[in-house]
């Protein structure tokens, strides 16, 4: 074992190849946000298209459409669809939520030196960085990058270009996320330092906590559905693929017998418990938020608890509701239809606690707290337009329109991305020892908040109007969809003001970065573990002494105490 | 299970040899059943309790389940669910549906 | 780190140490893997025609497969004697029945390779039929898990290992012991996949 405490690190050692759990978390987070900035730039471009179809796209045209003579071919559009969800998903948020937010904050937050396996913790971030590495080459092959959708749904797949990286790719990504969350439960489980028993943890660590056991049990169909289809496409094999199938006018040359359907059940399995790992963290960095600055507890916190853990169990058996329109009987139907009903209770009793933990508190309007703050009418939009989607009947007309795009985008873009977004204002102090500005972090906040809605309410009409999605033209096509189209301009400029609002962020970082640091190593007078250590922490011990709990992770206005906060380490 | 005493150890051991014996024994019986002129569903139900015996029998001796501590535990019992889960949901789906596809 | 706690010691609230629990959440996630696949089978099954898994399972050599089912169950007693060698502190059997180990690790792959080339042999591929695809894919998939361990087993068998036993014993018998785990769950999954493939 290296003496880390007598040797000054070399350069490659201390921030590339690091096992210290800080430097990681700041790896991941710097690769997720420049992945989530190149995700956005995928829609922009999308989002011109379906706002002025069939019109040359200014730049992006001549550089990347040249032999179309600068026009968006439909498969161009695809390609963009598919690689914006896959990027935001899996090479984005997740890695943002779980890989940076989890990684750096679970061992401070529990009083722990580093992570249980800092060795597999580093192994997990290259796994991440080789995966977006194959993600991104695809779009250089000569095939060109996945544009059978984030779904990959075959028979499409098997014969579509692109799908054999992609597949690689989330071969690599699944595996990082596999040894990831491993690592996060046995920290959560076995690295807590005394004092801290279950019910004094943070409610950020048990969200990451059921978000971990979620990706063990879940991701690993999907990784065995991706070697199905990686044999099918690549060994002629013919699992997804039915008998008498023909593709370009010719038979195709399979054996047959597969099922399309399969693919659908393994992909869902994964990818319903995985919205649950995007909302998890964001719901447990919202509480952190709350409770700090409204200067009191958390409203039932152990509701909060119970709510999330059955949130979880829950989200195992829900998944055929993205399937409704397959052909499936009535007893399953009505078997998912229910489950899914019963799953939204858990988010109601989160979102009730957290508005009841506002009622009565001293609420100080920093950047953090918009953040957290907007998070909750924007999950409940995004929650409440989901009802519709899970009963069965409503959704064989909202299926696969526009509708479903702007329910899903409300929870994890006003949702998530607010949410991490508050975040990182709210933890930046502890992390680099200095705060972002906050006038610059109101610049980024209003428009934001605005654009998002701008962009993503008018979908919810165009949708119940009937507006497919996943179309290159943006619906003009269709005569049903023409009184609605005339939003897309609307949205578009929505969502470029959405891009422009994100420069106060960007440049913000960076200022601060270059500012002086502070000597204040708890700016936001929390009690959380995390604030006792130094601004950033020490490299590969974290705490200046061994950590002891005395008291619960939300100990603000105690009555009787001179302070309107006891720090959970304080005697 | 590693503060054991030497006997313990030792006591162990025989164990082990008698699980081997007692996995070979099955494996032939699960072969020889194989041969039984029986219907698919008995001979499937058949195959999976021999070998959730034998399977039973590596996981309890082998890999210490037996005398495990709770959290293991509770963490496999999750897993099964899970795996019961992804096992049967998609076949009953399949078997409730108005087609194949 | 050497700063962490419980790496050998037991925490005393779960009575674990870290990599006891680490191995068992992997090995569930290795279950939800090969559960899977093993799902897709039964989905494939029921999706294809009345006979066609039953004849292309018939070309599949159940006496092969009941020797490497013997031979893997050998691996794992010999695998936890090793362990209990360690223990009863006597490097020079664990030595020898982790080298047993390997040796039916090798073994096994042996008769993996010459029934696969048996079969391309015959021109039949995982492209031949459903079944011999999911055949082809699960058992390929325990393959590399079989290779997997066995280059873990044999790193343990080298000076690495003397090394490990000279300076901290008590941290061997633990990393033997959650390789060993590993081991054991590749011949469960063997257990479940030979009567499933080759016998029904």
Redesign the interface.
Known sequence: ?SD?HHHEEKFFQKYIWS?DHKVIGIQYGITSLLFLLFGFGLMAVMRYQIAYPESVIPYIGEWFFSESGGVMLPENYNTLGAMHGTIMIFLGVVPLAVGAFGNYLVPLQVG???M???KLNAASYWSYFVGGVIMMTSFFTPEGAARSGWTSYPPLSIFESGQTMWLLGMVFLITSS?LGS??I??TI???RAPGLTWFRLPFFVWSQLVTS?LL??????????A??QL?DRI?????FL?SGLVYAGSAVE??G??????WQ??FW?LAHPEVYVLILPAIGIVGEVLANNTRKPLWGYKSLVYAISFLGFMS??VW?HH?FL???????SAFFQLTTMIISIPSVVVLTAFFISLWGGSIRFNTPMLFALSFLPMFGIGGLTGLPLGVAASDIFLHDTYYVIGHFHYVVAPGTLFALFAGIYYWFPKITGRQLHEGMGKLHFYPSFLAMNGVFMPMFIQGLAGLSRRMYDGGQQYAHASDVLHWNEFMTISAFILGLAQIPFILNIFITLSSKKSEDRNPWKSTTVEWSAPSPPLP??NFESAVEVHHGPYEYSVPGKEEDYCPQTSP | MSNDSNHSIEHHIQIYIKVFIALGVLTMLTVAVSYLEISFIEAFFLAITIATIKGSLVLGFFMHLISERAAIIWILVATAIAFFILMFFPLISLTDASGLY | MSNIPYILEERPDTGLNNAKLGIWIFLASEVMLFGGLFSAYVFLRFAAPEGDFDYWGSKLSIPMATFNTMVLITSSVTMVMSWASLKLQQFDKYKMYLGITILCAAAFLCVKYFEYTGKFHHGIYPSSSTFMGIYFTLTGLHVLHIIGGMIVLIFFWTKQADKMWDENQDLLANRIEIIGLYWHFVDLVWIFLFPILYLL
Do not use: K, W
Request: proline fraction near 10%; hydrophobic fraction near 60%.
């Open positions: 074992m880390s096992v722990a030196p580093d249980a396996f800092p596999l491993m690592n439960i046995v489980v076995q690295l056991f063990i049990l879940a991701f690993p169909p999907l990784e065995a559905a070697v199905l044999m060994a002629g094999t013919s699992f039915p399979a054996y017998n597969g099922s399309p359907l399969l059940h393994l399995f195992f058996i055929a399937m397959t052909g499936m009987g009535q007893t399953m590969h011990v």
